[in-house]
């Protein structure tokens, strides 16, 4: 259930909430997870427009983007990470209207350790959010719609 934080200078986007959404969504495919309301209503992303001016690098550059992307513990194998990476850079850059700007984009990948995901008040261990799912999907819930 992924966290995804994306970091760019105000106005590289021109729907931040259109962009979440599609971000949101390509992490959860390619996780390959069930289409189910825990994982639909647990993976998100945020977008943080900055003042230009809070963001450089060394020759004064401002036109970069940064996407983080935190998952549980394994949740990612090699090839989703590939996978995660190339398609978030694509998202980001035709969000932007700027094709050169995939050339501008880093994808952090993190992953919160074994119980190190809170969810619900309750810092749940890969096993509870395997329950979770198992749960979810023999009550023969519905996929939610998005």
């Known amino acids: 259930m992924p966290m995804i934080d994306v970091y760019a200078a105000t106005g590289t986007f021109t729907d931040e909430h259109q962009l979440a959404v599609d971000l949101a969504s390509a992490v959860m495919k390619v996780e390959q997870v069930p289409d189910i309301a825990l ?5 998100a992303a945020f977008v943080h427009p900055l003042p230009a ?3 450089a690098n060394v020759d004064g550059d401002s036109t970069y ?4 992307v935190l998952t549980n513990a394994g949740a ?9 990476v190339a398609q978030l850079t694509a ?10 700007l ?3 984009t880093w994808v952090l990948l993190t992953e919160a350790p074994d119980g190190g995901w809170g969810l619900a008040g309750h ?5 509870e959010l ?3 799912a198992r749960a979810e999907l023999s009550a023969g819930r519905a996929p939610a719609g998005g």
């Open 102 to 104: 995939a050339g501008r």
């Open 39 to 43: 994982f639909r209503k647990n993976t």
């Open 91 to 100: 998202i980001v850059a035709e969000a932007a209207g700027d094709p050169s």
């Open 76 to 84: 990612l194998d090699r090839d989703k990470q590939l996978a995660v």
């Open 53 to 55: 001016q809070c963001l």
């Open 65 to 68: 983007v940064r996407v983080q």
């Open 123 to 127: 810092a749940n261990t890969n096993s």
């Open 130 to 132: 395997v329950q979770l």
